[in-house]
């Protein structure tokens, strides 16, 4: 495969964005004297194979801090934030703590650096997993096993847990999730015996399922719902409803609760008037409308919605990132893989192969993420850099694969 020069040079101008847990940011500052110029660069190494487990480290950076000025440094403290990670040891360093934004002040002889001359510390840190060990587990409230139902579809809920950022599908349909529920809309159903099989899926890759029985006689609905933002978006969320009635007599009466609380939001008679809703807090929500028909026929159906927080998505995605820059800064490359959308991993692999030396020198001074716009399973994401004087942006997509994980899918 040829790597083409304009996908190798956006993959070079992206890695140094979101928080991540091994630092990517090191700032070097000095009292004495004020005015000097201080840099600093790094090097990461992976450090948790031949080390016994009880004092293993994840990996070790040796950051170097370069005197530019013309006076020499008496005084300098270097400052990074190790997020949740953890300080496992310390050379030509005493940090103020062990973990979360931590400050430097070195010891013994490299207080002191001369102009021109450079100084190093090292440390090594463990990452914080403790997300990675939460069990996975799913479980189908709705409907219940041995059901016989009168559709070819239908809503599919219950509940599930697992590391952050796991997703749900049930039959090969991606659910709604909230990190406690799930709701699949519109699960095909055959005639006679169905087999609806619930997966839960981590950002890992590791997966639990439950699966029951139900049978239907595979009649079309004679009322379905469809809103304007079927996969959902942010709060507010305006949305507008349409229906579909193949019942024999007109319609008498249409009824929407909106938001699943049991209370009627809005009726009316005529059947084509406009419905809309603007949904202003996150969650999902489930959607009912009532129609009865001139014959007194009632029917029902119900539709899930999905609101998210703009905030929570951000914290989302930058964790899709960290988890990527992470293992491509230790070389992992299958890993950091596991963090790009299915259909994109064959396209970057050789990407990273051809980078994989460079990503300490990638990582070091780039925006965070910016948010340019989202949909239900869709994220549009911006950083910024200054390139020969030129404020240049670029953009970074993620998707939710059908697993229900979301991912990286370009950049």
Not at 369 to 396: K, P
Request: overall charge neutral; aromatic content about 8%.
């Amino acid at each position: 495969m040829t790597l083409s020069k304009n996908v190798l040079a956006l993959c070079v101008a992206l890695w140094s964005i979101g928080a991540y847990a091994i630092p990517t940011s090191y700032i070097a500052t000095s009292s004495q004297p004020a005015t000097a110029t201080l840099a600093t660069d790094f090097k990461v190494r992976d450090e948790s194979k031949d080390r016994p487990k009880s004092d293993r480290a994840d990996y070790c950076v040796i950051v170097a801090i370069h005197n530019k000025g013309s006076n020499d440094v008496h005084a300098w403290r270097l400052m990074f934030n190790l997020g949740a990670d953890k300080l496992v040891s310390m050379e030509h360093g005493k940090p103020d703590k062990n973990t979360g934004a931590i400050v430097v002040a070195p010891i013994g002889g490299h207080q002191f650096i001369k102009s021109g001359h450079d100084r190093t510390i090292k440390f090594c840190a463990s990452i914080d997993r403790a997300h990675e060990n939460v069990p996975l587990r799913v479980s189908i409230v709705s409907p219940l096993t041995g059901t016989m139902l009168q559709t070819d579809k239908l809503l599919v809920s219950g509940t599930y847990g697992g590391p952050p950022g796991s997703g749900v599908s049930i039959n090969g349909v991606v659910a709604l999730t909230d990190g406690h529920y799930f709701y699949a809309n519109d699960v095909p159903l055959v005639q006679g015996s169905n087999t609806i099989e619930a997966v839960v899926t981590s950002p890992l890759g590791r997966t639990a399922k439950h699966t029951i029985e139900v049978r239907s006689i595979g009649a079309a609905a004679v009322l379905e719902l469809y809103p304007s933002s079927s996969q959902g978006g942010i709060a507010p969320l305006p949305v507008r409803f349409q229906f579909e009635f193949t019942g024999v007599a007109a319609i008498r009466s249409i009824a929407m609760d909106f938001d699943g609380n049991g209370v009627t939001d809005f009726s009316t008679t005529n059947p084509n008037e406009l419905i809309a809703y603007t949904y202003n807090v996150p969650g999902i929500f489930l959607a009912k409308v009532t129609l009865i028909d001139t014959l007194g026929v009632t029917y029902r159906t119900t539709r899930a919605v999905r609101v998210y927080h703009d905030q929570s998505l951000d914290t989302l995605f930058n964790g899709v990132f960290s988890e990527m820059n992470n293992a491509l800064l230790l070389g992992h490359i299958d890993r950091a893989l596991l963090s790009m959308s299915v259909a994109s991993r064959d396209r970057y692999r050789p990407v990273y192969l051809k980078l994989k030396n460079r990503f300490p020198a990638i990582m070091s001074s780039y925006s965070p993420l910016q948010r340019s716009r989202i949909t239900g399973r869709f994220g549009e994401y911006a950083v910024n850099r200054v390139i020969d004087g030129v404020n240049r942006i670029f953009l970074i997509y993620f998707v939710q694969d059908d697993d229900g994980v979301w991912r990286i899918d370009s950049m």
